[in-house]
């Protein structure tokens, strides 16, 4: 049997589930100092003065600075995506010097001996502010005489992409739905918080950090401090999750390596789940306003979208592009004849907003979903049946969408009917009719979320036509080692994917060798010298083929010497299970014997190596774009509100699986997700711009008790766009859930005249509704 499709348990999880692991907060270094940040209470002031004088006299206290001691050094920290000629990318000092636009934005911070004598000495810092106004509502910040966030005003930009004849797609249409959804602010909680370590041996530094993007950060920090890039090396240790979160150049990691620099010292930064809360970039946190125009019998003619999306008080690494990622995707599954999109980004004074899980794609799939709810409602259609009359038909791929995406594959047919035989569609759907004529007090409701998402992020082409700052492709190694044993060396910096154990596989079936003799590098700069790093669903669909690709170069190496010592042409060899065999013959090599005899070179070809080692760069020619259907039922308690989740079933279509655990749990987790935020999570700010939800008992996260039992299953449409025929799984249970659950809630409570509740779909908020 292939390795490939091989239930694999993960090589990585019994290092990490019995602790003999290296957490960023886990490490130390000789004569390793502890730095805190003091950080700004009020959501937009002017700060007069900074005095730390009483802190640096405290026991245990090796140095205290303010903002003005940072200045000349700390440049600003990165927006790599400015995705529009008209966009503004104000000065972002990791700490602040003259004024604060966020509760939680870095003033001052103490550097002791000790974690808790630094936190001790933050409260001997005196800091006097001016308070200006809180900007905090997007549509009130955009009026002409609101408050300004930054000098330039409170517009961040502004986008209008147009395909078709909308006008004409809206004249005399039969059917005109016309609806306003709020993607909530949401707060990632990852399970291992932000922790910095920077250390230095003179003119050269070294960065641990709890990180996604381990590459990306180090290019970042050389253009922000001006250290040389080949003076910084960037360890990403292991990481307990980022959903996102960790896709960032933080403050903290800026002024840890210019701190390092200064003391001459290393220097170490752990965070409070509080302190995460007030500064991990949001994520979401837009106002949809949706016009959909469709024909009698539920055909779509146009779409016009239009987004606000607040930026928070800065544009960070690509918080511009996350609404720019939803644009092609407001289309879903759907053929019409025109679309519209339009989005205006808005400054106020909080966190800023940056990716979480999915990135633009759950925000735009949650509104198409709902509006088909809304369209179907409207002709008194069953959901299902209106989207099987407008979505891409599987002999009409590859199919290229009014936003202009190619989908190269896809059979949403095969997975909405093995989706609903699971589901029990119809049973169901009999008895919430039952249910409404008895006038059950709990009513059923059923969701419907037909998705796909665009993921693999790339190509670098594609990337560079929307202004992005970096490319898309990413690198791979393999190195034959003289025993026959692998190390592979991926780009990719995993954060509890799996990439170990997934590339092992790959690895295996592409050489054969056993699974057992293969390692993964990954994470430090110094070892897999180049990268572009993990998010946006890539890993496997570009990192996964880049060691593929240089599986493909270490065989033609190999084929090259097994040709010289069998005495053959390379032609007249046959290789299968890691065996160069002359045809027709029984004369053969193993390819471990081939990387024993680089190794000794005694018996080398003519301009051949000593080495069967190889490396490879991929990037794709087009995203990849996995799908599926996830269907909810939920029962609603109309006197309380209370709404629960009966059953759940996804079947998800990520085209060829390398590991069917690691899917199953990408689906899980991603469901999770995506159902908090149907039901749970919200960042909520006072009127003052305080973030109230700062703890774990303010911000509602769901435990399993909270989750309902999944029934997941998958279809398997290869893609075209790698040779794998993989397609991404780590966003997609995310990106469906959301609209499923609300979609089912409303579906229960339309007979009452109820056509949205705004999540999450609080029982306070539901009771309100039907009052």
């Known amino acids: 049997m292939t390795e490939v499709g091989k239930a694999r348990k993960r090589k ?3 290092r990490l589930l019995t602790g003999r692991t290296q957490w960023t907060d886990n490490l130390r270094q000789p004569g390793m100092l502890h730095v805190m940040f003091l950080r700004s209470p009020m959501a937009h002031a002017r700060i007069t003065r900074v005095d730390v004088s009483a802190a640096r006299d405290l026991p245990g206290v090796v140095a205290a600075f303010g903002g003005q001691d940072f200045a000349a050094e700390q440049g600003s920290l990165p927006c790599a995506w400015p995705v529009s000629e008209d966009i503004v990318i104000p000065d972002h000092p990791p700490m602040a010097v003259s004024e604060v636009r966020y509760v939680g934005e870095a003033v001052a911070c103490v550097v002791a001996t000790d974690h808790y004598l630094a936190a001790d000495a933050l409260e001997a810092i005196e800091v006097d502010y001016e308070p200006l106004p809180a900007v905090l509502d997007m549509n009130e910040a955009l009026a002409p005489d609101s408050p300004k966030v930054h000098e330039a005003g409170n517009q961040a930009f502004t986008v209008k992409i147009t395909s078709g004849d909308v006008e004409a797609a809206f004249r005399d249409a039969p059917v005109v739905i016309d609806r306003t959804y709020i993607q909530q602010r949401l707060i990632p909680s990852a399970m291992e918080p932000r ?3 920077a250390g230095t041996d003179g003119d050269s530094f070294t960065l641990w950090s709890s990180t996604q993007i381990p590459h990306v950060l180090r290019v970042m920090l050389a253009v922000v401090t001006g250290i040389p890039e080949h003076k910084i090396r960037v360890i990403a240790p292991d990481v307990g999750g980022g959903f996102g979160s960790k896709l960032q150049v933080t403050a903290e990691e800026v002024l840890c390596l210019l701190l390092t620099r200064r003391l001459g010292k290393p220097v170490k930064w752990t965070e409070s789940r509080s302190e995460g809360n007030l500064t991990v970039h949001h994520g979401r946190d837009q106002i949809q306003h949706l016009r959909l125009a469709a024909e009698a019998d539920g055909r779509i003619r146009g779409l016009q979208v239009e987004l606000l999306a607040d930026m928070g008080a800065y544009l960070m690494l690509v918080t511009p592009g996350i609404p720019m990622l939803g644009a092609s995707m407001f289309n879903g599954i759907y053929k019409m004849d025109a679309y519209e999109f339009g989005c205006t980004g808005v400054f106020t004074t909080k966190m800023p907003t940056d990716a979480y899980r999915g990135a633009g794609r759950p925000e735009a799939t949650y509104a198409i979903e709902r509006v088909m709810d809304e369209l179907a409602a409207e002709l008194r259609l069953d959901p299902m049946e209106v989207r099987r009359r407008n979505w891409i038909k599987h002999e009409e791929f590859p199919y290229t969408t009014i936003s202009g995406l190619t989908y190269d594959s896809g059979n949403y047919e095969a997975a909405t009917d093995r989706a609903m035989a699971l589901f029990g569609y119809d049973k169901l759907r009999a008895e919430q009719a039952d249910r409404r004529d008895r006038g059950d007090p709990v009513q059923l409701g059923i969701g419907v979320s037909t998705f796909t998402e665009m993921c693999g992020l790339a190509p670098s082409r594609m990337l560079g036509a929307a202004n992005y700052g970096a490319g898309g492709w990413e690198h791979g190694s393999v190195r034959m080692l003289p025993t026959g044993k692998v190390e592979v060396i991926t780009g990719t910096s995993p954060h509890g994917q799996g990439h170990v154990t997934a590339w092992s596989q790959i690895t295996a079936d592409a050489l054969g060798v056993p699974f057992e003799d293969i390692t993964v590098l990954h994470g430090d700069t110094a070892i897999a010298h180049k990268g572009m790093d993990t998010y946006g669903s890539r890993s496997l669909t570009v990192g996964g083929i880049a060691v593929l690709k240089a599986c493909d170069k270490v065989k033609d190496k190999a084929r090259k010497l097994a040709s010289h010592l069998l ?25 471990q014997e081939l990387a024993y005899a680089a190794f000794t070179a005694h018996d080398l070809p003519e301009g051949v190596e000593a080495r069967l080692d190889s490396d490879a760069t991929f990037d794709p020619e087009n995203y990849s774009f ?7 039922a939920v029962e609603v308690d109309t006197e309380t509100g209370m ?6 079933v996804a079947v998800d279509d990520v ?9 199953e749990g990408q689906i899980h987790g991603g469901i999770a997700q995506g159902v908090a935020q149907a039901l749970y999570e919200e960042a909520v700010y006072d009127s003052e711009g305080n973030l109230l939800t700062t703890t774990m008992a303010d911000y509602l996260l769901p435990t399993a008790m909270d989750l309902p039992d999944f029934v997941t299953d998958r279809t398997e449409t290869p893609a075209t766009s790698n040779p794998l025929g993989a397609k991404g799984v780590g966003e997609a249970g995310t990106i469906a859930s959301t609209p499923a659950v609300v979609n089912a809630i409303v579906d229960a409570l339309r007979p009452r005249g109820i056509h949205d509740i705004q999540m999450p779909c609080t029982p306070e908020r539901i009771w309100r509704a039907l009052r």
């Not at 032609?571 to 027709?584: C, N, S």
């Not at 996995?626 to 909810?632: E, W």
């Open 626 to 632: 996995p799908h599926g259907t996830h269907l909810c």
């Open 567 to 591: 005495e053959c042409s390379p032609d007249d060899l046959e290789f299968a299970e890691g065996v160069f065999t002359v045809k027709g013959t029984d004369s053969q090599k193993t390819i």
């Open 655 to 663: 085209g060829t699986v390398v590991n069917p655990l690691i899917v």
């Open 643 to 648: 709404a629960k989740i009966r059953s759940y």
């Open 195 to 197: 922790a910095v370590l």
């Open 12 to 14: 990585e999880d019994r």
